[in-house]
């Protein structure tokens, strides 16, 4: 199975940016997406964005379009999240996940990756 960690995640204020990264031991065949979701306290786990690894398309929610842009670097093995005009509710948990179904919402995950803290002070 795929080994995933994050890296990248600290203490900004708002305004600022922060890029995370996702560093893979390999990509599973079987999951032809990487995502980002985050998790704030209280709320339940969120997509944020995705890359297919086989055609680079990308897919955001709708509140980060704009702000984030996800990238890959296949010869490190990384997905980066690239985070600009930081928020306050930006606020959570980042993990990464291989995955196939973001477009159709029929969600099918392999790995997940520990996690990184994300927090945005105003």
């Known amino acids: 199975q795929v080994q995933l960690v994050e890296f990248g995640g600290g203490v900004v204020q708002s305004g600022e940016s922060l890029r995370l990264s996702c560093t893979a031991s390999g990509f599973a065949l079987d999951y032809d997406e990487i995502a980002w979701f985050r998790q704030a306290p209280g709320e339940e786990r969120e997509g944020v964005a995705c890359?297919?690894?086989?055609?680079?398309?990308?897919y955001y929610a709708d509140d980060v379009k704009g702000r984030f842009t996800i990238s890959r670097d296949n010869a490190k093995n990384t997905v980066y999240l690239q985070m600009n005009s930081l928020k306050p509710e930006d606020t959570a948990v980042y993990y990464c996940?291989?995955?196939?179904?973001?477009?159709?919402?029929?969600?099918?995950?392999?790995?997940w990756g520990q996690g990184t803290q994300v927090t945005v002070s105003s």
């Open positions: 996940a291989t995955m196939t179904g973001w477009a159709t919402s029929e969600l099918n995950f392999g790995s």
């Open positions: 890359i297919s690894t086989t055609d680079s398309r990308t």
